[in-house]
C-alpha cells in the first residue's frame, strides 16, 4: 500500500471517530477538542509546540534527504518518530473522542484510571509518575473496541514498535546500510529489521499523525460556523467564542446572569467557574435562589 492509499485510509478512520464522537455528544466534543484543562498564564500549550517541533525537524530531514545522507535521514525520522507517539495531548484527544463514541462522559484526564487515581491521591508529594506509554496504548485499544472502533486499534497496532522506540530512545541501535537493516538488543538477543520495513513503520506513523492534526485543526474552524447560541436543559446557554473563524472557547450562560469561562489561547488557558470532574464537567453557577425558570 503506497502512501496516498495508507493516507487515504487513516484519513477516512480519523474523520469517522471526530464526526462519530460529535454527533454523540457535541458538547463533551468540543470540549475534547479544546483540550479543556485548568487555568495556565504564558505559552502553555505542548500540543502546538510539538507541531513546531515537527515542523523543525522535518526541514532537517528534507536537508539530509536533499544531499543524500541516508543515515542521517534515519536518525531524524526515528527521533520524530518517539517525540510522536509520546504525545500525551494525542492520546488525550483520541481517549476521549473514543469515550464519547462509547457512551462514556469527557474525562479530564482521560487515561488516568482508578487505579492510578487512587495510588496519585495516596502519594504524600504533588510530584508522580504519570501512566506509561505502554499503560496508555492498552487503555487506548480497550477504548477503541468498546467504541466498536476496529480501524483505529489496527493503526495503534501499526504505528506502535516498542522495540523501535525503546532501542532508539535507549541509544542501543545500529544501522547497517550495507546490509539494509536496523540492529538491536533491547535487553535481549540481538535482532534485526529490514530497513524497508523501518520506512513503512515511521511512514504510517507520520501519515497517522499528519491526518490527525489536519482533522483535529480542521473541527476547529467546522465548530466556528455552528450558531453562536446553544440552549441547555436548567435554563442554561452555551456560547461559541470564536475568533478569525475559529473555535477558541465557550461560555455557559446560567439564567441568574453569572457565566463559566474556557478558553484556550496562545497566551493562555483560562478556566472561570468549572469544576473539574473524574467523569464529566461540573460548573459553579453561583446564587442558587436566583436561578430563573427561563432563558
Excluded at 487515504?8 to 471526530?18: L, Q, W
Excluded at 500549550?45 to 515542523?55: A, H
Excluded at 463514541?101 to 492510578?116: I, V, Y
Excluded at 506502535?160 to 542501543?172: P, T
Aim: some cysteine; proline content about 2%.
Amino acid at each position: 500500500m503506497g502512501t496516498k492509499e495508507i493516507q487515504a485510509n487513516y484519513g477516512k478512520i480519523i474523520e469517522d471517530v471526530f464526526l462519530e464522537a460529535f454527533k454523540t455528544n457535541a458538547f463533551h466534543f468540543l470540549a475534547t477538542i479544546l483540550r479543556f484543562d485548568g487555568m495556565f498564564f504564558g505559552h502553555w500549550d505542548p500540543l502546538e509546540e510539538s507541531k513546531e517541533t515537527f515542523s523543525n525537524l522535518s526541514d532537517l530531514l528534507k536537508i539530509a534527504d536533499e544531499n543524500g545522507e541516508r543515515k542521517r535521514e534515519i536518525k531524524i525520522a526515528l527521533l520524530m518518530y518517539c517525540h510522536a507517539i509520546e504525545m500525551t495531548q494525542v492520546h488525550q484527544i483520541i481517549a476521549n473522542l473514543l469515550r464519547i463514541c462509547g457512551g462514556k462522559s469527557f474525562k479530564f484526564r482521560a487515561l488516568w484510571n482508578e487505579e492510578f487515581m487512587r495510588a496519585r491521591k495516596q502519594a504524600k508529594s504533588i510530584f508522580f509518575r504519570p501512566p506509561s506509554l505502554g499503560s496508555k496504548l492498552r487503555q487506548l485499544k480497550q477504548l477503541a473496541i468498546d467504541a466498536k472502533k476496529d480501524g483505529i486499534k489496527k493503526i495503534f497496532d501499526e504505528i506502535f514498535n516498542f522495540q523501535v522506540r525503546n532501542s532508539f530512545s535507549h541509544s542501543d541501535y545500529c544501522i547497517d546500510l550495507g546490509e539494509g537493516v536496523y540492529r538491536h538488543l533491547e535487553g535481549g538477543p540481538g535482532q534485526q529489521m529490514k530497513l524497508e520495513e523501518l520506512d513503512m513503520l515511521l511512514n504510517k506513523t507520520f501519515v497517522f499523525y499528519n491526518e490527525f492534526l489536519r482533522v483535529l485543526e480542521g473541527w476547529h474552524y467546522e465548530a466556528a460556523k455552528m450558531p453562536k447560541f446553544h440552549k441547555f436543559p436548567d435554563y442554561e446557554v452555551l456560547e461559541l467564542l470564536v475568533d478569525d473563524g475559529r473555535l477558541f472557547g465557550f461560555n455557559i450562560h446560567h439564567s441568574n446572569g453569572s457565566k463559566s469561562t474556557f478558553e484556550r489561547t496562545a497566551q493562555k488557558v483560562n478556566l472561570c467557574n468549572f469544576e473539574i470532574l473524574d467523569e464529566g464537567i461540573g460548573v459553579f453557577v453561583g446564587n442558587l435562589d436566583e436561578l430563573k425558570k427561563g432563558w
